[in-house]
């Protein structure tokens, strides 16, 4: 709640109303997992889901992030799966990892934002899928459009969270 807050607070220039934060915790489900490869933790803080996206609110830690920088991930796999088939629904998504800053604590918040169009005309908070996602190379670009990627964790993150309608309640 407190992201969606922030950001509404710059685009608006108000602060949300209750009934909008009681929509976006209607939404929202604390996830808590964390994964460790060589220095860097990752935790799944929390996850958003709407009928055709998915935003996952995710905190780094364990390199010295600067507050200037944009961090990302080197590479990013995602896939939303079916339970019942195990397979994807045939449709069409796009995806996008960045970092939207640096705690007092001195993790890196990232949000990742997924979109889908699902050509049954399904939505996804309707329950019934896995949300499946890997993070390799945590790092950032020198600036942005520039080919120079700089690598502060090596490694793989992967999680894979279930959606269900009781979850997402």
């Known amino acids: 709640r407190d992201w969606f807050a922030r950001e509404w607070a710059e685009r608006t220039g108000g602060n949300i109303s209750e009934n909008q934060a009681l929509l976006i915790d209607s939404l929202t489900q604390k996830v808590g997992e964390s994964q460790t490869v060589g220095d860097v933790t990752v935790t799944?803080?929390?996850?958003?889901?709407?009928?055709?996206?998915?935003?996952?609110?995710?905190?780094?830690?364990?390199?010295?992030?600067?507050?200037?920088?944009?961090?990302?991930?080197?590479?990013?796999?995602?896939?939303?799966?079916?339970?019942?088939?195990?397979?994807?629904?045939?449709?069409?998504?796009?995806?996008?990892?960045?970092?939207?800053?640096?705690?007092?604590?001195?993790?890196?918040?990232?949000?990742?934002?997924?979109?889908?169009?699902?050509?049954s005309r399904e939505q996804i908070n309707a329950g019934g899928y896995e949300f499946r996602f890997a993070l390799q190379d945590l790092g950032y670009y020198a600036a942005p459009g520039d080919p120079e990627y700089t690598v502060l964790g090596e490694g793989e993150w992967s999680f894979s969270i279930p959606l269900t309608v009781e979850c997402l309640s």
């Open 44 to 119: 799944v803080d929390s996850i958003t889901v709407g009928g055709e996206n998915v935003w996952v609110l995710l905190e780094a830690e364990g390199v010295d992030f600067k507050k200037n920088r944009v961090y990302t991930f080197l590479d990013t796999d995602v896939e939303l799966i079916e339970k019942a088939s195990g397979k994807e629904p045939g449709n069409m998504s796009a995806y996008s990892v960045g970092s939207i800053g640096v705690t007092e604590s001195g993790a890196v918040r990232m949000l990742l934002e997924y979109s889908t169009t699902i050509p």
